[in-house]
């Protein structure tokens, strides 16, 4: 069955800093992966995508993500945070179901930002 | 351009009440889903459907019933509310039925079950 695995239940980090959020799938073809983003109160806003090619990809508010097939990974990751970044972020994965296709979700990880 | 309008944005009910949430696209989108959301469990999805007069049951359908008798609408229905049932809800939608769809999502329906 298809899943995707966010070990991270919230990160903390300091603004300015670094952030890589990690997101492990498992599906038994070549994934369609997906990193949404929800604000507090807000429904979720796509930051970036992987559907085939260059395995970095870049999104929004200077975000990028990196496929990696023999890790099963997509991490999420960002070279400097700001304090607007301190959200919900969730991984998500194109999975077949009997219907057609669907998109399958991880826990989520909440991002707090210091100054 | 509305994109996707869930309507009501909080509701009561009391246990073994019925009720429908109701989820409205207006760009025209093929695929439409209801997931609901828990603390420390993410997203999970409920119903989806790929086109009027299909449906297919996702991760979580017991307790929900839904229909899709036109492109815009796709109304979630609890027919006898249950404390678990207590959750956000939110609609999505795509213009593609595959896996490469990026989803549009609504604002989100609170329910309480008493």
């Known amino acids: 069955a298809q899943s995707v695995t966010q070990p991270d239940i919230h990160i903390t980090v300091s603004e300015g800093a670094s952030l890589e959020l990690r997101c492990n799938y498992s599906y038994g073809a070549t994934p369609y992966l997906f990193w949404y983003v929800q604000s507090p109160g807000q429904g979720l806003q796509l930051l970036l995508k992987?559907?085939?090619?260059?395995?970095l990809v870049q999104g929004i508010k200077g975000f990028e993500a990196e496929f990696k097939r023999s890790q099963s990974s997509f991490n999420l990751r960002k070279p400097s945070v700001h304090w607007s970044d301190a959200a919900e972020y969730f991984c998500?994965?194109?999975?077949?179901?009997?219907?057609?296709?669907?998109?399958?979700f991880g826990a989520g990880t909440r991002l707090f930002v210091k100054a | 351009n509305a994109g996707v309008t869930q309507t009501p944005k909080f509701q009561v009910l009391k246990t073994g009440q019925s009720m429908t949430l109701q989820c409205a696209q207006d760009?025209?989108?093929?695929?439409m889903s209801w997931y609901r959301q828990d603390p420390g469990m993410g997203l999970r999805l409920i119903h989806y459907?790929?086109?009027?007069?299909?449906?297919d049951q996702g991760e979580v359908p017991n307790g929900y019933n839904v229909s899709r008798s036109t492109t815009e609408d796709f109304p979630l229905r609890l027919l006898s509310a249950a404390p678990s049932q207590t959750s956000v809800y939110f609609c999505a939608s795509s213009d593609d039925s595959s896996g490469a769809n990026v989803l549009t999502f609504g604002a989100g329906s609170r329910l309480t079950v008493l």
């Open positions: 998500a994965v194109g999975a077949t179901g009997t219907g057609g296709f669907k998109t399958i």
């Open positions: 992987y559907f085939s090619g260059d395995t």
């Open positions: 459907s790929v086109g009027a007069g299909i449906t």
């Open positions: 760009m025209n989108h093929e695929y």
